[in-house]
Every structure is written in C-alpha cells, then in structure tokens.
C-alpha cells in the first residue's frame, strides 16, 4: 500500500509578506525614536530624561521631601523599576547615584545617606546599604504637580500614570547640564550657575529680543561641582553658545607652595570635571616612570575631604608656569569639556539650540504652568463657590432643611427641587455635621465665599494679562535667584576664568630630559651619541678604514643641525640619535641625503644665531640658523648651487663681526666689510673673491680690532692684528697671507 505525499503546511491566511529592507528600515527607526525620546536625550523645559523624572516623582510619592526621612535606596529603585521604569534596577541606581553626588551634579537633586562613591572613582555602596531623600532643588522642579501644571500618561503597564514633565520651577537643563548618546546624535551640556541663569532670564523677559552675545554677559561660562579655571576667550565662548556646539578648555586650579630653604611645591587644589583624582595621579605616575614628565620630581596625594595634590619639582630653578604647562599638556590637568545643546524642544522635536532658545523654552515653560494652574485654581474655586451657595441656602432655610431630611424618604431630590439646588450643593448639605449648623459657621462660609471670589476675580484677571503673567514669573524667576545666591555656600561661582600664559619655553623640548651627550660623526657618515662629554677624542673607536669627521658636545635637548654639499640642512634631534655602544647609523638612515653628497658641517642650533655660508665657486652669504631650521627628513634648501660647485662653508657668523676674510685656492686672502656680504634667507649669495684660476678655499667673519686668527699645522692659534694691506674690497682677487698662514688655506 502506498504512502500518499506529505503535503507542507500552508502559513496562516492572517500573515502578510513584507520586504525585508522595509521591515528593518521600520524597526530601525522605531528603536532610533525610542532612543532619543524616552533615553538619551533631556527635555528643555525640566532639562531631565525619563528615567531622573522617574525617579524624582515615585520619591515624589513616598514623601521623601527634604523635612521628611530617608528611605532605602533599594525601596526607591524598585518602586520606580516596578511602577515607571521596567529596564533594570543597576541603571536606575547608577542614575540615583549620580543625582546625589555633589562632584558630579552641580546642584544635587537626591540628598544621600552613606557611601553614594568619591571623586576617586570609587563606586557607591549597594543599594541596599544606602539611603536617599530629595532636594530643594526637586522639590521645585516638581512643585505644583498635583495642580493640573503638566500632562500625564499612562505608565508602562497602564495601570498607573507619569508626568510627561515637571513644572520645572528651576533652570535644570543649563543649572546642573546633561550628557547623552542616541542614535545619529548625541547631547553634552556643561552645568552652569544658576543665579547667572536666572539673570539672563529676567533681562530677557523684560527684553525678548536680546542677542546671545548680550545674554553672555550674565552666563559667562559653565560653572563646574569641581571648579577649575576656564582658558576660552570670550569670542569662542560668545560663538559656541550661538551655535550650541563648541568646547571649553578647563585647567586645575593650582598654587605655589614655600618650603623651608628656597624650596617649593605645586598644590593642586581644584581638577577638572568628571576627571577621576587617582586614574589621574596613577597616570601621572605611569608619566613619570617613563621619564616623559621630566620636569617633575615626585607626585602624591595629600587629600583628606578637599582636593590636594602635590607636585614637586625635580629642581628649584624650575619655573612653576613651565612645570605646569607641561602637565597641562600631557595630563588631566587640563580637559576639554564639548558643548552640543542637542535636546527635546517641547519634549517632542530633537534639535541644537542656542542658549537664549534654551532660556526662551524654559521661560516659556513656567508661563504655560502658570496658566495651567490658575486655570486649575479657577476650577477648584468654581466647584467650592457652588458648595458654598448650598450651605448658604441651608442657613437661610434651616427649619426647611430639617424638616425635609427628617421626613423626607428621598431628601436629596427634594431639596434639589425645593431650592433649586444641584446635585453637588445637596449632597454637600447632606452630608453636613450637626456641629456646622451654628451661627458662627454662617458668618465663615460668607467670609470664605467672599475671599474666593475676589482670588477668582484675580485670577482671571490674571489670565487675561500677558504682561501679569510675565510679572508672575520673574517674581518666580528672582526667587530662585535668591534662593541660589552667588552669596550662599551652593550658589556661589566655583570656576574661573582666565587666559593661558605665555611660555617661552619650548615645552617639546622641556619633555626631554637633559643629559650630556657627545654627537660623533665619521667620515664614512656614521652618526651616534655618546653618553656624557668626551674629553679625549682619541679614544673613540671607529669601523675599519673610518675615522674621525666632527666629535661635538651637546645635551639630549639640542638640535643637531648638518650642511651638506648640496647647500642643504638637516635637522636631527639629538634624543633620537643612535645610541654610542656601538658605531651608530648611517646618517642616511636618519636623513634624506643624496649619495653623491657629503656633510660639510655639523653643528648645534642656537636661537638667533648667524652663519656664514658660502660655495667652491666664491658666492655666499649670512644667514639666521632659525631660518635654516629643515621640518622634514628632506631637508631644507639654503644655499643654491650648481653641480659642479658645491658648498663649502658654514661658519659661524659672529656676532661683533665686522668683517670677512676669504681664502682661495690659488692662496690668495682678501679681508673686507661685513656690511657688504647681504644676510638672506635663501639663494646662492654674491661673490665674495675673484679667482683666476681655482675656487675658495675658506671664509671666516671676525672683529678688525680683535685680529684674524687661525690654526696652525701645530695646533696653535695665531692672531694677526696689522692687516691693513689685505683690506680690499669684495670680490677682489686678494693678496698673499702674512708668513705663517697654514698650507692647507684653513683658518680652522
């Protein structure tokens, strides 16, 4: 018998097919959505996300207001986890944590009781160790909630509701900033001080159209838990908070310490924000093992509840701006804090806004919550006046009353319909005590019908008048000012301003440490550096068949400077040259030199300094050794020539010279004024001998009064003082040297 086919199964009719790329655009989007609307990005107008206006109002509901006890922190993370906040209670703690901590928020929004973690980076305590209450500061974000001031929805489950924000009575968003990444953007808000704040927020209630620039007068700058000085100059500042994106450069706020014996130190008293103080000090440390910190002897930390770190000085010659500089650069003494004022506008649209849209939606903000809340006063006054009116009639016909309650099966709709009175006002007579019905009771009712109304009267009055309302907030706005006063202990201004020095000191060269070298080259090319100062050049070793070229002393902070033949300088590092164990490197390996070329000299670059430079053919010229400076390994051109002539000279051009004198091959010397030879910066120079047959052999600068010396075959100088028969002047053939002059037509 046989088996019939297995047909497959047929999908449902109910499921539709859909293209894989819509799904996925689709599903991508609803999760971009949800991240920058209910996580990463803060709402303008109560400057919160989600989870801290959770947090704010289920503490809300446990009255933790500051009169009030603490509570577990356990309790308050799984109230919020439980009623408002299903994603896990680690986040909802870490946030908790950081509404707490004064070093991280600069005006705290959760009071905390235990370990709740230190500028070190140490973490908090468990929550369940921990205990937690809210601030003034919350208490006036989340004043007049009840009042009908801001919309509610639904919580996650629908079982109960949550604002959608709060009143918002104080400047959060700018006061205490907010960091955030979504997805495509991102938000970094530095905290500000909030009486600067609420300055700006009054100047531009009473002038709505004020530019940035004149609102920066009052916000100056953020205003860091952890203080610090800020180096902008006011133009960057001016211009990030027109565009909403920019930095801040902040520095540690430091001091100079006296010691006894001319000794000092560096005290840090202040870091820069979110900079953790032992990563810090561990990579000064790290730093300073490396020997990369060469200014600085030694680090420790001296901090008991203040900031105090010390930083000594290798030396007491050191200049603390320079020390300083340099760990500015190379640490986190110095921090870049971004501004991207990336946030919800009206809790609904992402978008980067300037500071005064910021201020202008939050002042906008507490105007709808008080038009919100007089609307709400003006119902709940409504509803009492129509109760009021039915007691009143009750004291008017109190016998009738009686009569109909006693006797009456249904007395509700009798006296509805004997007085004309509504459903409410006959329940509430209804539900009279016997204690009410005494004459005084009466004469109240009246004086509490008469009072309402007039606040009725007031209020719509109120909501009639753009300019009253104005009135209002500012009334609310300067007392907030008041509240958070430069002049209180947590209003007052903790970061500075202040313009970076200027320091002469190359800090490059300053990373360096300086120790004596002694920079051998040979005459096969061979470069390397010594260790210490070589006093006895003879006992230096060289490859077979090599020798001695140029044997130098130097310090591992110079700059070794080498003129080759083809009229071009190089610069080397003398930190980065091989070390002297061995024989060194080939020059070459270090520098782009062409094979056909030689060095012709080599020296240590000093700042101002002059040289003499000048070729076979007799054309040169001075030159300023800052402007033969080579930034890459091709070197740099100075000297124009032209095979077959190459360069000869480079002397150093001294700086009482007032003349030259060259020598040539044919042996003739010619000395003229120095005022002839051009200084340039660049070319192939002017003649400085005439020659009938050969080139220039040498050329020195020298001072006139002082003599022309030279070395002899013996080693020793000579000086000759009477030359008033080679003084010509420049580029003429010369005459022969005095008796003695070298063979070699050297002067060295």
Known sequence: MSKKPIEPPQPPREIEGVELKDALEQRYLAYALSTIMHRALPDVRDGLKPVHRRIIYAMRLLKLEPPSGFRKSAKIVGDVMGDFHPHGNVAIYDSLVRMAQDFSTRYPLVD?????????????????????RLTAVSVLLADNLEEGTVDFRPNYDGNKSEPTVLPGAFPNLLANGSTGIAVGMATSIPPHNAAEICDAALYLIKTPNAGVEKLTQFVVGPDFPTGGIIINKR?????????????????????????????????????????????????????????????????????????????????????????????????????????????????????????????????????????????????????????????????????????????EDEPKPSLMKRFKLNDTQAEAILNMRLRALRKLEEMEI??????????????????????????????????????????TKLGARRTDFAEAPTIDVDLDEAMIEKEPVTIVYSEKGWIRAMKGHVEDASTLT??????????????????????????????????????????????????????????????????????LLASTDGDGFVVAEDECIANTRKGKQVLNVKAPVEALVCAPYLANADHVATVGDNRKLLIFKSAELPEMSRGKGVRLQKFKDGGLSDAVSFNLKEGLTWLDSSGRNWTVTELAEWIGERAQAGRLPPKGFPKNNKFS
Not at 453 to 464: D, R
């Open 112 to 132: 905390g009781q235990g370990n709740f973690g230190n500028i070190d980076g140490d973490n908090a305590a468990a929550d369940r160790y921990t205990e937690a």
């Open 446 to 487: 009246r004086t509490e019908h008469d009072k309402l109304t007039k606040e009725q009267g007031e209020l719509n009055k109120l909501l009639k008048s753009d300019d009253e309302q104005w009135d209002v907030v500012s009334t609310e706005v300067k007392s907030i000012k008041e509240t958070f006063s430069k002049k």
């Open 235 to 407: 133009e960057e500042i001016v211009q990030a908070y027109t565009t909403g994106r920019g930095s801040f450069s902040i520095r540690a706020r430091w001091e100079k310490e006296e010691l006894p014996k001319g000794a000092w130190q560096i005290v840090i008293t202040e870091i820069p924000y979110l900079v953790q103080k032992s990563r810090l000090i561990e990579k000064m440390a790290e730093l300073l093992n490396d020997k990369k910190l060469t200014l600085l002897g030694d680090v420790r930390d001296e901090s008991a509840e203040d900031v105090r770190v010390v930083l000594e000085p290798k030396t007491r010659n050191i200049d603390p701006e320079v020390l300083m500089e340099q760990m500015f650069r190379n640490t986190e003494l110095e921090a870049r804090i971004p501004l991207n004022m990336n946030v919800l506008s009206k809790g609904k649209v992402p978008r980067v806004m300037s500071l005064r849209d910021v201020i202008r939606e939050w002042l906008d903000h507490r105007k709808e919550v008080l038009q919100r809340k007089s609307n709400f006063r003006l119902a709940e006054i409504a509803r009492r006046l129509e109760i009021l009116g039915g007691y009143l009639i009750a004291y008017l016909n109190l016998d009738e009353v009686i009569r109909i309650i006693r006797e």
């Open 542 to 611: 060289y490859k077979d068949g090599d020798k001695e070229k140029f044997v130098v002393k130097a310090s591992t902070t110079d700059k070794v400077m080498l003129f080759s033949s083809s009229g071009k300088f190089f610069t080397l590092d003398a930190n980065k040259l091989p070390g002297g164990r061995g024989h060194g490197e080939p020059v070459r390996l270090l520098a782009e030199i062409d094979a056909a070329d030689s060095i012709v000299a080599l020296f240590i670059y000093q700042a101002g300094a002059k040289r």
